[in-house]
């Protein structure tokens, strides 16, 4: 199980700007924030990391771009992160729907971050 990740990115307050919109609906905010880099996660359980699970950092971008996929609880969330994100000023790099290719259920949505990672929200539904 993975505990925590994170990204360089170019422009550190365009990115938190960014992070803070498109990961709100999937119940993500800040939860630890130090000079240049910022850790958002979930409410935290009892043994879950208290800074976070992804971290955003000052830095120059990891090439090639990586690809990051959060969970939702719902397609609905799925297509609230996708309205979030492109109006944090995401791009579009795939709309939410089904992707059966991949397996039954899999429904999800792809953007591009200000530094052109590929974020995706994905619900696993029946």
Same mark, same amino acid.
């Not at 974020?119 to 029946?126: M, S």
């Given at each position: 199980m993975i505990d925590h990740t994170g990204i360089n990115v170019s422009n550190f307050e365009l990115s938190r700007a960014f992070y803070i919109r498109a990961l709100a609906p999937l119940g993500y905010s800040i939860r630890l924030e130090l000079e240049g880099a910022a850790g958002f996660g979930a409410q935290p359980g009892a043994r879950d990391d208290p800074g976070g699970d992804f971290w955003i950092a000052a830095g120059e971008p990891q090439t090639p771009r990586t690809h990051l996929a959060f969970r939702a609880a719902s397609?609905?969330?799925? =297509?609230?992160?996708? =309205?979030a994100a492109i109006e944090a000023g995401g791009e579009d790099n795939g709309q939410p729907g089904e992707r059966p290719h991949y397996h039954a259920g899999y429904y999800a949505a792809f953007v591009h971050d200000p530094d052109g990672y590929n974020?995706?929200?994905?619900?696993?539904?029946?």
């Open positions: 397609e609905q969330q799925v =297509r609230e992160f996708y =309205r974020i995706e929200a994905v619900f696993h539904g029946p």
